[in-house]
């Protein structure tokens, strides 16, 4: 049934939460589980494409005849993402990365204080706008973006400010989908349209997506 749509195609994915170090024992992370960026790699890889997979912290086995690149900060995720988008056709940013870090990371384990404290915190890069805003060699590039309300309106900003060619939208209000689920539903916009994918398995859904992302590929061209 899979026709090697992407053969030839080089894709990289970015998958599963990013991990912040205050000290040496602890970090500020979120609850990404990292299944949907892992079954976005079976879907490119069954469509034929050579798959490279930047991944943060995960329970997750590597996809068979996947390259794995396995990272913790959004920081080493951006420096491995920007090294690999410029040999890709596609670059798919569906990891849930930390937006801030600590400004420092003690050396040493952080001494209980006072009954309150406070750690300052300073903006990460966005990994995937950086991708695309790339002049040279600039993959198709892929966003997602998990919303609880207003989902369309939210979705379609971001298409237009972080300069993507797509973006796949879901509502995580609903919590049959999304985060740490094995199902999603979601809406695909791009610059000229949009296109809504029902409730299915996340490999179902992966797979929806990379044919779509295919035809605009080839459209391209
Ligand atoms: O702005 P927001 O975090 O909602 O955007 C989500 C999209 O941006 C996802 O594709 C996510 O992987 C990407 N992103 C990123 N680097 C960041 C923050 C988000 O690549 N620092």
Same mark, same amino acid.
């Given at each position: 049934?899979?026709?090697?749509?992407?053969?030839?195609?080089?894709?990289?994915?970015?998958?599963?939460?990013?991990?912040?170090?205050?000290?040496?024992?602890?970090?500020?992370? @979120?609850?990404?589980?990292?299944? /949907?960026?892992?079954?976005?790699?079976?879907?490119?890889?069954?469509?034929?494409?050579?798959? !490279?997979?930047?991944?943060?912290?995960?329970?997750?086995?590597?996809?068979?005849?996947? %390259?794995?690149?396995? *990272?913790?900060?959004?920081?080493? /995720?951006?420096?491995?993402? /920007?090294?690999?988008?410029?040999?890709?056709?596609?670059?798919?940013?569906?990891?849930? *990365?930390?937006?801030?870090?600590?400004?420092?990371?003690?050396?040493?384990?952080?001494?209980?204080? =006072?009954?309150?404290?406070?750690?300052?915190?300073?903006? !990460?890069?966005?990994?995937?706008?950086?991708?695309?805003?790339?002049?040279? %060699?600039?993959? +198709?590039?892929?966003?997602?973006?998990?919303?609880? !309300?207003?989902? $369309?309106?939210? $979705?379609? =900003?971001?298409?237009?400010?972080?300069?993507?060619?797509?973006?796949?939208?879901?509502?995580?209000?609903?919590?049959?989908?999304?985060?740490?689920?094995? %199902? @999603?539903? /979601?809406?695909? +916009?791009?610059?000229?349209?949009?296109?809504?994918?029902?409730?299915?398995?996340?490999?179902?859904?992966?797979?929806?997506?990379?044919?779509?992302?295919?035809?605009?590929?080839?459209?391209?061209?």
């Amino acid at each position: 049934e899979d026709t090697p749509l992407l053969a030839g195609k080089t894709v990289t994915i970015t998958a599963g939460p990013t991990r912040e170090a205050l000290d040496p024992v602890r970090f500020i992370s @979120n609850h990404s589980s990292g299944k /949907m960026g892992f079954s976005l790699a079976c879907a490119a890889k069954a469509l034929g494409a050579k798959v !490279n997979l930047i991944s943060g912290p995960v329970n997750l086995t590597t996809p068979s005849e996947v %390259n794995r690149f396995d *990272v913790e900060s959004a920081q080493q /995720m951006h420096d491995a993402a /920007m090294e690999l988008a410029v040999n890709s056709d596609v670059f798919i940013g569906c990891a849930a *990365v930390a937006d801030y870090k600590a400004t420092t990371t003690a050396n040493n384990k952080i001494k209980k204080q =006072g009954d309150t404290m406070t750690i300052e915190l300073s903006k !990460n890069p966005d990994i995937i706008a950086s991708v695309a805003a790339l002049e040279e %060699n600039r993959p +198709f590039t892929v966003g997602f973006a998990a919303e609880t !309300n207003d989902v $369309a309106n939210y $979705a379609k =900003g971001k298409l237009k400010n972080k300069n993507l060619d797509m973006i796949c939208a879901n509502d995580v209000s609903d919590s049959s989908i999304g985060f740490n689920s094995e %199902n @999603n539903a /979601m809406t695909l +916009f791009w610059p000229e349209g949009e296109r809504h994918l029902s409730l299915q398995s996340k490999q179902q859904i992966s797979h929806l997506i990379l044919k779509e992302i295919a035809s605009k590929l080839a459209a391209k061209k």
